[in-house]
């Protein structure tokens, strides 16, 4: 397809466990950002990749999140010990023209935390 | 930083009525701003942006929005509403440049009464 993809759509998990999700943006999309979302909220920035590094990661809320994107292309979101604080829905946005900031995002992937 | 205000988090016209969508935003530096539309089950779409050009800015579906610098506002209007219009929209201001991400507002859900 030729939009942002995010897997699963779905995942419930138990308090405690440990958590990936994957983005895989547009072709060709240098930048990529993962946002998460709560009910009634916007999307709260996380991070934001420029290629393969990290070029902004101060909306990660503690060390229990991280995130890569090891060749430049797919990213993916790791939650560790997961709390039911977590739960939310996690969306990826990728963007190929850093100066208009349109970014175009994915379905999200929605967490739950038992 | 950058910061949102979208007055009303509920907003509900009749079908053919007038949209008035507010968004009031803070900034350190000329701003870019953003709309976003979100329909259920479906990805955040962009309904327009400013980025310093025209202080007028259509976007899709006939939405158009003015940036008032003086008043500090992005609001978000449509001559005449549709059924088809009900969804989430959220205001989002750039982090600088675009690059960096987007700060959102809280949304505004759009009800439309037949």
């Known amino acids: 397809g030729a939009g942002v993809s995010q897997t699963p759509s779905n995942k419930v998990t138990e308090k405690g466990k440990y958590v990936e999700l994957r983005c895989d943006p547009i072709?060709?999309?240098?930048?990529l950002y993962w946002y998460r979302q709560s009910l009634g909220q916007g999307p709260e920035f996380l991070i934001y990749?420029?290629?393969?590094?990290?070029?902004?990661d101060s909306g990660l809320p503690n060390d229990r999140f991280f995130a890569v994107r090891p060749e430049g292309s797919v990213s993916t979101l790791k939650i560790q010990r997961t709390e039911r604080g977590d739960s939310a829905m996690y969306l990826c946005?990728?963007?190929?023209?850093?100066?208009?900031?349109?970014?175009?995002f994915g379905e999200g992937s929605r967490l739950t935390v038992l | 930083a950058q910061s949102v205000t979208q007055l009303g988090s509920h907003v509900s016209v009749s079908e053919g009525a007038l949209v008035l969508l507010r968004c009031n935003y803070s900034?350190?530096?000329?701003?870019?701003l953003f709309w976003y539309v979100q329909y259920p089950n479906q990805g955040l779409q962009l309904l327009l942006k400013?980025?310093?050009?025209?202080?007028l800015v259509k976007g899709i579906n006939g939405f158009e929005a003015e940036f008032k610098k003086s008043e500090t506002s992005f609001h978000l209007t449509k001559p005449s509403a549709h059924m088809s219009d009900a969804a989430e929209y959220f205001c989002?201001?750039?982090?600088?440049?675009?690059?960096?991400?987007?700060?959102f507002g809280k949304g505004t859900h759009l009800i439309i009464q037949p």
């Open positions: 900034s350190s530096v000329p701003p870019y």
């Open positions: 989002a201001v750039s982090h600088g440049g675009g690059a960096d991400g987007l700060t």
């Open positions: 990749f420029q290629g393969t590094g990290a070029a902004d």
């Open positions: 072709s060709g999309h240098t930048a």
């Open positions: 946005a990728s963007s190929e023209n850093l100066n208009t900031g349109e970014l175009f």
């Open positions: 400013y980025t310093s050009a025209a202080t």
